[in-house]
């Protein structure tokens, strides 16, 4: 078989303490998946089921990297997440295996549009330009389950030019892992490369050109964020 174009670079995620990369396939990013930003939001978690985005796996950021303001906003928010690598997929997986298809953990900064959002709910239109544009996913070093473990709990937090904006506990999340991943397995077939950005807490806020922010979680380290 011969390309009629080149092909395009596979998008991958460093790996704390190896060379290898991780190949991603695709990212998917749960909606208001802690209590207090479903409210800042406008919705009631308490009545509502996980809902779901995507991202282009080749919008992702590595740590350190300086971006550019992204076109089409003057209101670019950050939302610090923690982030879950599948190392194998799957249908219908159910919830009390469902961590066994883990292959590491990130955190992640799921930059958003937030002023193309808002226009796109207040007209019933899709999410894809505020969520999926280009460097819109800053994510930092995979590290291992096998070495750090399964995350059920463990500070989250976010600074912006080293004031804190965002401050949590992954034990906040609503959905926790094995219950996202078991319920998005319901609505398609999950596989070895998958992402899945698990939810931000409340808080978020603007970013301007010059601003560096740093999202964080403990055990799994930081990744920083440059915006010109």
Avoid at 73 to 85: D, F, G, I, K, R
Avoid at 88 to 101: P, Q, Y
Avoid at 166 to 180: E, G, H, R, T
Wanted: with cysteine; hydrophobic share 40%; net charge negative.
């Amino acid at each position: 078989m011969t390309w009629a174009i080149p092909t395009p670079a596979q998008p991958f995620l460093s790996i704390a303490g190896s060379d290898q990369k991780f190949p991603v396939r695709r990212i998917f990013c749960v909606g208001q998946n802690y209590a207090a930003h479903a409210r800042e939001m406008g919705s009631n978690p308490d009545r509502e089921l996980p809902f779901f985005f995507s991202k282009p796996a080749d919008a992702l950021v590595a740590d350190g990297a300086s971006i550019p303001y992204p076109s089409g906003t003057s209101n670019l928010h950050h939302e610090v997440e923690l982030v879950v690598a599948l190392g194998k997929g799957g249908a219908n997986i159910a919830a009390d295996a469902a961590l066994d298809h883990v292959w590491g953990y990130a955190v992640g900064n799921d930059l958003t549009r937030r002023d193309v959002q808002a226009d796109a709910k207040s007209n019933g239109r899709p999410w894809d330009m505020a969520k999926g544009f280009d460097r819109s996913a800053p994510c930092g070093e995979l590290h291992p389950a096998e070495s750090v473990g399964h995350f059920t709990k463990g500070a989250i937090s976010l600074s912006v030019n080293g004031e804190t904006r965002q401050k949590s506990d992954v034990s906040d999340l609503i959905w926790p892992v094995a219950d996202v991943i078991a319920y998005l397995s319901t609505l398609v077939e999950l596989s070895a490369g998958d992402l899945i950005f698990t939810g931000t807490p409340e808080n978020v806020g603007p970013l301007q050109s010059g601003d560096t922010c740093v999202a964080q979680i403990d055990g799994l380290g930081s990744v920083t964020t440059h915006i010109e």
